[in-house]
Every structure is written in structure tokens, then in C-alpha cells.
């Protein structure tokens, strides 16, 4: 059973526009979600981080979503940029757990 | 370095054969986990270690697995008999602590063949 399901595989914008990557998750416990950014043959790279008692955090171009009732939390990157092209997966914990994570959705910026 | 090492980065060995996967976490980093990552998969938690407390094994896939973290620091994975389903990226990443909102920070990963 799947506690965190990134339903997109993929996702292909323009350079300059904006990127949503959307991540929903099934244990009401979760109380800690992150964003990790992977390159091919390194490891997870930390992005933004997001506690349940908030809805949104924002980084620089990067911002994370929290909508606890829906179970439901986003990425949004704006403007994208080519080297924002990669594999970005959300990882959710319940306190003093290690993080769950989900399959990934692979971000192609175009130029 | 500053960050998570691990070694070897790539092991090729045959079926029926033990392998060791080493992790250095960064310096000061009481919790250490390991995870892996089969092609096309999310990152699978195997084992992490908290400071002197017994390991959460809970994720470790068949008793072929174990893991052990000597002086706090360094830890070893040891897959025993390997199996060609054992084929996988295995990640390390350490953290500050488990408890609260501490993000993980990962090493580059041994990418395991088994032919």
C-alpha cells in the first residue's frame, strides 16, 4: 500500500514558465514533507521541507503546498529552468519514523 | 568531504556471492538509514540507526540483509547470498536526528549488479 503516490511519471515545460509537481499521500500522521531533487547517478539532493502545522513555504524559486484536508501537497517552480531538469520525489515521516517516499516524476525543461 | 560518502560506487558480483556496502554519514550525525532504489521504484527504506539505540529493521526485505554501525559513526550494509532481485541503487543518508523536521542528506549511492 502506497503512503505516497506522485501519480505523474513525467512532466515536460517550457523554460521560463512554471512547474507543478503534485504529491498525495494516505497516513493522516504525517506530520513532515520534503522534496528531494535527484540527477542521474547521484543521490537525493534536498530541496524544501514543509510541517504539517503550515501550508506553504517558500524558497527562492521553490515553493511547497500543504493542503492537509485533501492529503495533497505541491512543488511549484517558477520560473523553470533547464537545469531544474530531473527527478523529484516527495517524502513524507510521521514523527521519529525514517521518510516515506514516492516513485518520482521525471521534470524535462525545455529551452 | 563535507557530505555522505559511500563506497564502492559500483559492485558487479554473481549470484550466491556477499557483498559489503560501506557509508561514512557526515560528521556529527547521530541517525543514519539506508534505502534502496530498484529501477523505476521510489526509494525503499531498509535500516536506519539512532545514536546507541537498537536499529529500526523493520524494512529489511528477507534475514540475506543486515546491517551494522560501528562507534556511531561508519555503517556497513551486508547482503549475504545475493539474489539477482538484490540488483538496486542502495542509498545512505544521515541526519542530525530522527525526531523532528530534520531533512536527510544522501550520499551518491552504490549501484549493486548481480548477474
Known amino acids: 500500500d502506497q503512503q505516497v503516490k506522485q501519480n505523474s511519471p513525467s512532466l515536460s515545460v517550457q523554460e521560463g514558465r512554471i512547474s507543478i509537481l503534485n504529491c498525495d499521500y494516505t497516513n493522516s500522521m504525517f506530520d513532515y514533507f520534503l522534496w528531494y531533487k535527484k540527477y542521474p547517478a547521484e543521490g537525493p539532493t534536498f530541496l524544501i521541507s514543509?510541517?504539517?502545522?503550515?501550508d506553504k513555504n517558500e524558497d527562492g524559486r521553490f515553493t511547497v503546498f500543504l493542503n492537509k484536508s485533501a492529503k495533497h501537497l505541491s512543488l511549484h517552480i517558477v520560473p523553470s529552468q533547464p537545469g531544474d531538469s530531473a527527478v523529484y520525489f516527495c517524502a513524507a515521516k510521521v514523527p521519529n519514523t525514517p521518510l516515506v517516499f514516492g516513485k518520482g516524476t521525471r521534470l524535462s525543461v525545455i529551452a | 568531504g563535507a557530505g555522505v560518502s559511500q563506497s564502492p560506487s559500483n559492485k558487479v558480483t554473481e549470484k550466491g556471492k556477499d557483498v559489503e556496502l560501506r557509508c561514512d554519514p557526515i560528521?556529527?550525525?547521530?541517525?543514519l538509514y539506508w534505502y534502496r532504489q530498484s529501477l523505476g521504484q521510489g526509494l525503499e527504506f531498509l535500516i536506519y540507526f539512532q545514536g546507541n539505540s537498537a536499529p529500526d529493521k523493520s524494512g529489511l526485505p528477507s534475514d540475506r540483509f543486515s546491517a551494522e554501525r560501528t562507534g556511531g559513526s561508519v555503517s556497513t550494509l551486508t547482503i549475504q547470498r545475493t539474489q539477482q532481485e538484490d540488483s538496486a541503487v542502495y542509498l545512505c543518508?544521515?541526519?542530525?536526528?530522527?525526531?523532528?523536521?530534520?531533512?536527510?542528506?544522501f550520499g551518491d549511492g552504490t549501484r549493486l549488479s548481480i548477474l
Open positions: 514543509i510541517s504539517s502545522i503550515k
Open positions: 560528521s556529527g550525525h547521530t541517525a
Open positions: 543518508a544521515s541526519s542530525s536526528r530522527t525526531g523532528g523536521n530534520q531533512p536527510q542528506h
